[in-house]
C-alpha cells in the first residue's frame, strides 16, 4: 500500500471515515487475514495506537466496514421495493448495483469478510447477519415479481439465493476487471431462466 501525507490534523469523523476508506482498501488488497491495523496506520501515516482512539479492535474496523457496504442496500431499499415498476426490472437494477459494488473496494473487502469467516467467528456473524438481509430484500423482490407476473412462480428463498451468488461472483474471480457487456450478460442469463414470458 502507498502511503498517504503524513498526519495532518483532521476532526473526528473525517479521520475516522479515513480509517475505513483505508481498511476497505488494504482488506481488499491484502485480504482481512493479512491486512493488518500496522498496515492500515502506515497508510494513513498515523501509528497504530490512534487507531485505537477511533475503533477497539480489527474487529470493530469490520463491523464499520461492513456498516458502510450495508448503507448502499438502506439507500436503495425503498426503490427497489417499490411497486410502480415490475420488479423483474427492479431484479435488474439490484443486480448491476451489486456488480458494481462488488467490482470496488467494498467488494474485495467483502470476498476476504468470505474467506475467513471458519476461522473467525466474530466476523462469521457480521457476514451471517448482512447476507440474510441482502436474501431477504431479494426474496421480497422476487415474490412481488410472481405477483405481478414478471417471474415464473419458484421458491422466491433459493431464486434470491441463486441472485446473490450469480451477482457477487465478480469479486472472487482472478479477473480484476470486468466489462460492463460481461456484467450484462450475467444478468440476462440470470433473469432469463426466471422471467415469465
Known amino acids: 500500500m502507498k502511503p498517504n501525507p503524513p498526519y495532518s490534523r483532521v476532526s473526528g469523523a473525517q479521520r475516522k471515515t479515513e480509517i475505513v476508506d483505508t481498511a476497505l482498501q488494504v482488506f481488499g488488497q491484502m485480504g482481512l487475514e493479512k491486512g493488518t491495523l500496522d498496515d492500515i496506520a502506515g497508510t494513513l501515516g498515523i501509528t497504530r495506537q490512534a487507531l485505537y482512539y477511533y475503533f477497539k479492535s480489527k474487529a470493530?474496523?469490520?463491523?464499520?466496514?461492513?456498516?458502510?457496504?450495508?448503507?448502499?442496500?438502506?439507500?436503495?431499499h425503498q426503490a427497489w421495493t417499490s411497486t410502480d415498476r415490475l420488479a423483474i426490472d427492479r431484479l435488474g437494477d439490484v443486480f448491476l448495483n451489486i456488480a458494481d459494488w462488488r467490482r470496488g473496494p467494498f467488494g474485495k473487502f467483502w470476498a476476504s469478510c468470505t474467506k475467513v469467516i471458519h476461522e473467525d467467528t466474530e466476523i462469521a456473524e457480521l457476514v451471517r447477519k448482512?447476507?440474510?438481509?441482502?436474501?431477504?430484500?431479494?426474496?421480497?423482490?422476487?415474490?412481488?415479481?410472481?405477483?405481478?407476473?414478471?417471474?415464473?412462480p419458484c421458491d422466491s428463498q433459493i431464486a434470491a439465493r441463486t441472485f446473490w451468488g450469480c451477482a457477487s461472483w465478480f469479486a472472487f474471480a482472478d479477473k480484476s476487471e470486468f466489462t460492463d457487456e460481461e456484467v450484462q450478460g450475467s444478468l440476462d442469463i440470470f433473469l432469463r431462466g426466471i422471467r415469465n414470458d
Do not use: F
Request: hydrophobic share 40%; aromatic share 4%.
Open 130 to 152: 448482512y447476507r440474510v438481509h441482502r436474501v431477504n430484500l431479494i426474496s421480497l423482490i422476487v415474490q412481488q415479481g410472481i405477483d405481478d407476473g414478471s417471474i415464473i
Open 60 to 76: 470493530d474496523i469490520v463491523a464499520v466496514c461492513m456498516e458502510q457496504g450495508n448503507k448502499i442496500w438502506e439507500e436503495n
